[in-house]
């Protein structure tokens, strides 16, 4: 049996680097890939939340959209201009706000602490009915034709009878008088929206996060092998204190250095890992706002997945180094 020992001590040796190496990233990305936190970091420095306005205008330009509860001047408006209106409408702390409510609900819903993710659409409501709603509009009728000397005629025919508005670019002189209208036409708007718009929601049945919710599971449970390798090495290796130093010290340091190698030249593989997973994996768990920017997704993932590991990688590295110059010393007293 004491033959055996050695050829075993190896084998849980080679198998504790490969398996905890992998526990590594298996372990970190269940902790760091599903909170909101993660992408809010990300998305403020890729500069996510400045293209939401685009977002919400190909929504409005799409073909199952609904403006019939817009005003006049709004109806048929094209991507831009509607992109330009919701810039003018929401400032950038309004629109932070709502893109990382968008992530917290959505990670909510993953995590199955609720059943669907919410758009929460209170910000729009409030900008619509404030000053800053018509400004936004009258801004808007600054990008139609000027108008005719006929329709300027008419326009203010209509708002002395209570009429329908047919918009143009008006006389700066016209303004004050618009904007009431505009206010009211914004105020039924407003009243027509929902307070909020569920991006997403879990299936009656056949739920498909319990199945993520399974495999995040063997992912924190991930470290538990490479810790019983480390048992067997220790039960068939270790005698002493520079047997124990040596035994650990060397399979920690070459684990930490393939972690830390893999961290910092791994990112291109990862990325591309990451990609498919989002495309081909993910596109049943989040709302198609956030697959939009897949490549966001996967950029934060890596970022979030890479930096930890490769400060951990290199502890353990220089744990291992330490240990086995230790164990060397040790040695090196006894023989004296």
Do not use: H
């Not at 059943?115 to 009258?138: E, I, M, W």
């Not at 000027?146 to 203010?156: D, K, L, S, Y």
């Not at 010290?249 to 250095?257: A, D, E, M, Q």
Request: charged residues 15%.
């Amino acid at each position: 049996m004491d033959t055996l020992k050695k050829p075993l001590a190896v084998l849980c040796s080679i198998l504790f680097m490969v398996t905890a190496v992998i526990a590594l990233f298996l372990f970190n990305f269940d902790r760091r890939a599903f909170t909101a936190e993660t992408y809010q970091k990300a998305f403020a420095r890729n500069d996510f939340y400045n293209q939401i306005p685009g977002l919400m205008a190909d929504t409005m330009t799409s073909s199952n959209a609904d403006q019939s509860q817009f005003p006049v001047v709004m109806r048929g408006m094209s991507r831009e201009a509607w992109e330009a209106f919701f810039r003018s409408l929401l400032p950038p702390d309004v629109l932070k706000a709502m893109g990382d409510e968008v992530l917290t609900s959505t990670f909510a819903y993953l995590n199955m602490r609720t059943d669907s993710a919410q758009l929460n659409l209170t910000p729009l409501k409030t900008s619509l009915t404030s000053d800053t709603g018509a400004q936004a509009v009258l801004s808007l009728l600054g990008t139609l034709p000027e108008c005719t000397f006929a329709q300027i005629a008419q326009m203010t025919l209509n708002l002395l009878s209570g009429g329908q508005i047919e918009f143009c670019n008006p006389p700066a002189e016209l303004y004050p008088a618009l904007t009431p209208i505009i206010q009211g036409q914004l105020q039924f708007t407003a009243a027509a929206i929902p307070d909020q718009v569920t991006i997403i929601s879990a299936p009656p049945q056949n739920d498909p996060r319990q199945r993520l919710l399974d495999i995040r599971f063997f992912m924190r449970l991930s470290p538990m092998l490479p810790l019983a390798f480390l048992l067997g090495l220790t039960l068939f290796a270790v005698r002493s204190l520079k047997s124990w130093l040596t035994w650990w010290g060397i399979p920690f340091f070459i684990t930490g250095s393939l972690a830390f190698v893999m961290s910092l030249i791994g990112a291109p593989v990862f990325g591309a890992v990451f990609q498919r997973i989002l495309v081909n994996r993910m596109s049943i768990y989040l709302p198609s706002i956030l697959l939009d920017y897949g490549s966001d997704l996967a950029s934060a993932m890596l970022q979030a997945l890479l930096t930890p590991i490769l400060w951990q990688g290199l502890l353990l590295t220089l744990l291992g180094l330490g240990m086995a110059v230790a164990g060397y010393f040790v040695k090196e007293k006894i023989a004296a």
